[in-house]
């Protein structure tokens, strides 16, 4: 019929049209040799020649879509092919995206994490208490101050000859935290501990009890002069801060 004749030949041409701006795209006068319509089959595409009146069959609406292109051409210029870009897989895009957000993620765990710990830091007024001096001229024999560090008072005992044989005395007593004396103090002479009771927390008072050493009146606890627990509630005994004993100054803390 004429309708399929015309068909195949708006087939023909648009094929032609392909294949000879394939091979020769700077020859675009060729298209008008009326010759070259036997040059033009769909082989070059397909590897099947299609003849004339194919396109009205069932078998090719089967194979081509409505909406695709039969002319290669259409695709050919819709889109660059992967090859003629410069980063076909778009792989180094990717790389860049989670870089990126993993670089901002790194720095805002860092950042958080940064907060926490300055957030429970302790403060440079509370460093600068860390560490204590108290003068030994200040501290005469016999007699036993109680100073505040961190928030916690502690004995401070210049003891007398009287006093330090009373505590070695006691060494070979039974106890509930078998000590010696010498294990207790760096020098005879200056016995520091913490002023806190170790039952609950009370303040025990410096040479009262049963043990010439210090007690506590909330429930009854006696510690002897080198502050070991001897009777009462008291669990263990008094116990020993981080000091240094130096020429003339006592460094708690240090």
């Known amino acids: 019929s004429v309708k399929s004749l015309k068909c195949s030949r708006n087939l023909n041409m648009s094929l032609l049209s392909k294949s000879v701006l394939t091979r020769h795209p700077s020859s675009t006068s060729l298209l008008r040799r009326s010759s070259l319509l036997a040059l033009s089959t769909r082989t070059e595409y397909t590897k099947t020649y299609i003849p004339r009146g194919v396109t009205t069959t069932e078998e090719f609406r089967q194979i081509w879509h409505n909406t695709d292109s ?123 501990s913490m002023a806190v009771c170790t039952h609950l927390g009370c303040i025990p008072t410096f040479g009262a009890g049963n043990f010439k050493g210090f007690f506590c009146p909330c429930h009854g606890s006696h510690y002897d002069a080198s502050g070991r627990a001897r009777k009462g509630p008291a669990p263990s005994n008094l116990a020993i801060p981080k000091y240094t004993l130096e020429d003339d100054v006592i460094v708690i803390g240090r």
């Open 70 to 192: 039969i002319d290669p051409l259409y695709e050919l210029t819709k889109k660059p092919r992967a090859y003629s870009r410069y980063d076909p897989t778009r792989r180094a895009h990717m790389y860049v995206m989670y870089g990126g957000v993993y670089g901002v993620g790194v720095i805002a765990a860092k950042n958080s994490i940064q907060g926490i710990i300055h957030y429970f830091w302790p403060g440079k007024d509370v460093q600068a208490l860390s560490a204590i001096e108290v003068k030994k001229a200040d501290i005469a024999v016999g007699e036993c101050i109680t100073v505040q560090w961190k928030d916690q008072p502690v004995f401070i005992w210049h003891r007398n000859e009287r006093q330090i044989a009373d505590a070695e005395a006691d060494d070979g007593a039974e106890m509930r935290e078998p000590q010696t004396d010498t294990e207790r103090v760096k020098e005879k002479e200056w016995y520091v």
